[in-house]
């Protein structure tokens, strides 16, 4: 078998020659390899413009702290494209990459379907045929028709910080772009919100509304913040007073609010909301190199 760089090269090929949003070629192929997103272990599902990627490490070291197998879908890749698909703990080996990668070329035949569509099929098949706990989906594009929103009923799903981006795609004002983000919301289903701005969050508040979506929201629902060189997290349940997240940045203590507000919604105990935020691991994302 051809090796997985060879294939995803050969992926290329079926590229449309214009990005049009749409999930129909998701759904199409979906359908060939036998609905593999209907059998995915409970899926959290994370948008946003900044963050996705920390926020759901370190929901990850909380869920593996406290016995969990986690599989965990991101992008892009730094170095390799294993590191985007995670089965239960370990990066896909290049075997079952190759294998899938086949697969899902071959269930595609001709037709046309971008690089990240083909390749989220991969994930989800990977991670229907591989026992988990969680499946941690984070959002390439956008939200609402991002490759990976075609799951009907997450567990839990995530906002982070949502400011202007890919405009060309998802709209001019910051209110439009909220709008695609909350195209993840699913009737019924809680979401975590991370800090917004007041446009956004109104944006976001209205759609909750609308499919009776419970929010967990930053500033009304919990709170984090930074005192005496510890991290402090209050909600309902009550306070948190953990070490500083080991991501550096002062931007992880908002990421670090999420990854717990979520896991503290999933019943999770302190020891792992304090693995979430001491054991994160998100190689070159502001890692110093040396001293």
Known sequence: MPSSDVILERMMSLHPKVIDLTLDRVHRLLAALGHPERALPPVIHIAGTNGKGSTQ???????EASGGWVHAYTSPHLARFHERIRLAGELISEPALAALLDECVAA???EEITFFEITTCAAFLAFARTPADFTLLEVGLGGRLDATNVVEKPRLTIITPVSVDHQQYLGETLPEIAGEKAGILKRGIPCVVGPQSPEGLEVIEARAARLGVPLLAHGQHWQVWTERGRLVFQDETGLL?????N???PHQIQNAGAAL???RHLGK???ACEAAVTRAFWPARMQRLRQ
């Open 57 to 63: 490490a370190m929901i990850r070291a909380g869920l």
């Open 247 to 249: 991501l550096p940045g």
């Open 241 to 245: 007073d953990l070490p500083l997240p």
């Open 261 to 263: 507000a979520a896991l």
């Open 108 to 110: 595609n035949g001709p």
């Open 269 to 271: 105990d302190e020891a």
